[in-house]
């Protein structure tokens, strides 16, 4: 646990330090969300997991901790890019990419570790992590969508075999709101529930977001934190672009898609970018094992496919299509199934 609590709780110091006093520490905040992470990627590839069969409190309380950051992080954000922070444009520039970069990969798979837990409040603070940057949505379309019909044509936030990111994003971007809201309202009618539907609890925290964030910074504030939720949300949709681009389920003769396996996945091994991430790239295990906290996620090079480079860099990647069909269409090739 040291070295994911070291992982995901620097930046925050950093970040923090940056917001209130500039200078050096919003550089090195950048920094360290950049070229060192990229630097101790390279130092060692792969950090063994913890034992599935054991329980994690530490990591319990570290995705708790980090939930309950997440929001003050915001509005030192909004604050330093577009409040009365008194920092020159490019220190309030260099925050915005290391706050959303945070966001992005940080927050991000933190809220996705906590939406899948089981105890209720621990999934209702990652739906809140979410819908503060207006992405509230994602937390049902994720488990309600994704990890039914991943790696199909009915899961909106698989891509097909030669899609482009900027394609992808477009089609996932509307195809998960609609079927994320669809899968809410079939499951509330059938368990007869009542209550605020899903949806409008996650409108209502992102209204109060960009509330806070008007109060902070006016009109200005809104757009920083419009700015950063934007930022953010492309960075979870090429996360989901590059863990799952062109690996398909095969289908029988009734069209019925196969079990998801270890094979309908992108993994990294890269030990600091996975450890920043709470483990989110190693996938697989996860779409197996959708109950098993992070620390205990495995991963096979055997039977699980591997990324050429770590998370980040795939991601950077991503955004060049011609060099990103050169560099996996040939590896997912030999992984897809008939689609």
Same mark, same amino acid.
């Given at each position: *646990?040291?070295?994911?609590?070291?992982?995901?709780?620097? $930046?925050?110091?950093?970040?923090? %330090?940056?917001?209130?006093?500039?200078g050096?520490?919003?550089?090195?905040? %950048?920094?360290? *969300?950049?070229?060192?992470?990229f630097? %101790?990627?390279?130092?060692?590839? =792969?950090?063994?997991?913890?034992?599935?069969?054991a329980?994690?409190?530490?990591?319990?309380?570290?995705? %708790?901790?980090?939930?309950?950051?997440?929001?003050?992080?915001?509005? =030192?954000?909004?604050? =330093?890019?577009?409040?009365?922070?008194?920092?020159?444009? $490019?220190?309030?520039?260099?925050?915005?990419?290391?706050?959303g970069?945070?966001?992005?990969?940080?927050?991000?798979?933190?809220?996705?570790?906590?939406?899948?837990?089981?105890?209720?409040?621990?999934?209702r603070?990652?739906?809140?992590?979410?819908?503060?940057?207006?992405?509230?949505?994602?937390?049902?379309?994720?488990?309600?969508?994704?990890?039914?019909?991943?790696?199909t044509?009915?899961?909106?936030?698989?891509?097909? $075999?030669?899609?482009?990111?900027?394609?992808?994003?477009l089609?996932?971007?509307?195809?998960?709101?609609?079927?994320?809201?669809?899968?809410?309202?079939?499951?509330?009618?059938?368990?007869?529930?009542?209550?605020?539907?899903?949806?409008?609890?996650h409108?209502?925290?992102? =209204?109060?977001?960009?509330?806070?964030?008007?109060?902070?910074?006016?009109?200005?504030?809104?757009?920083?934190?419009?700015?950063?939720?934007?930022?953010?949300?492309?960075?979870?949709?090429?996360?989901?672009?590059?863990?799952h681009?062109?690996?398909?389920?095969?289908?029988?003769?009734?069209g019925?898609?196969?079990?998801?396996?270890?094979?309908?996945?992108?993994?990294?091994?890269?030990?600091?970018?996975?450890?920043l991430?709470?483990?989110?790239?190693?996938h697989?295990?996860?779409?197996?094992?959708?109950?098993?906290?992070? $620390?205990?996620?495995?991963?096979?090079?055997?039977?699980?496919?591997?990324?050429?480079?770590?998370?980040?860099? *795939?991601?950077?990647?991503a955004?060049?299509?011609?060099?990103?069909?050169?560099?996996?269409?040939?590896r997912?090739?030999?992984?897809?199934?008939?689609?």
């Open positions: *646990m040291i070295r994911f609590a070291a992982a995901t709780l620097a $930046p925050v110091v950093l970040l923090a %330090l940056g917001a209130l006093s500039g050096f520490w919003i550089w090195a905040a %950048l920094g360290y *969300m950049t070229l060192l992470v630097g %101790l990627d390279r130092l060692r590839a =792969l950090a063994a997991p913890g034992d599935p069969g329980e994690f409190p530490a990591g319990t309380g570290l995705s %708790l901790a980090l939930g309950l950051l997440h929001f003050p992080l915001l509005a =030192l954000a909004v604050w =330093l890019v577009a409040g009365e922070s008194g920092a020159p444009w $490019p220190a309030r520039l260099a925050g915005f990419f290391a706050f970069l945070f966001f992005g990969q940080v927050s991000n798979s933190n809220a996705h570790e906590l939406i899948h837990r089981a105890d209720r409040n621990l999934r603070l990652g739906v809140a992590v979410y819908a503060s940057v207006l992405y509230g949505h994602h937390a049902s379309a994720h488990r309600l969508v994704h990890h039914v019909h991943v790696a044509r009915k899961d909106p936030n698989s891509p097909r $075999p030669g899609e482009s990111y900027y394609r992808f994003a089609r996932a971007l509307r195809g998960e709101y609609r079927a994320g809201k669809a899968a809410e309202t079939a499951r509330r009618q059938g368990r007869r529930r009542t209550g605020l539907h899903p949806y409008r609890v409108a209502l925290i992102s =209204l109060a977001s960009l509330t806070s964030a008007a109060l902070i910074g006016g009109l200005a504030g809104v757009g920083a934190l419009v700015a950063l939720a934007v930022y953010a949300q492309a960075q979870l949709l090429v996360s989901d672009y590059v863990q681009y062109g690996l398909t389920r095969a289908l029988d003769a009734a019925k898609p196969e079990p998801c396996g270890p094979q309908h996945s992108w993994n990294a091994p890269h030990w600091y970018s996975s450890a991430m709470l483990n989110a790239p190693r697989s295990d996860h779409h197996i094992r959708p109950g098993v906290e992070y $620390p205990g996620l495995k991963l096979s090079e055997d039977d699980m496919p591997i990324l050429p480079h770590s998370l980040p860099v *795939m991601a950077l990647i955004l060049w299509p011609r060099r990103w069909r050169a560099l996996m269409d040939p997912a090739a030999r992984w897809q199934g008939p689609a």
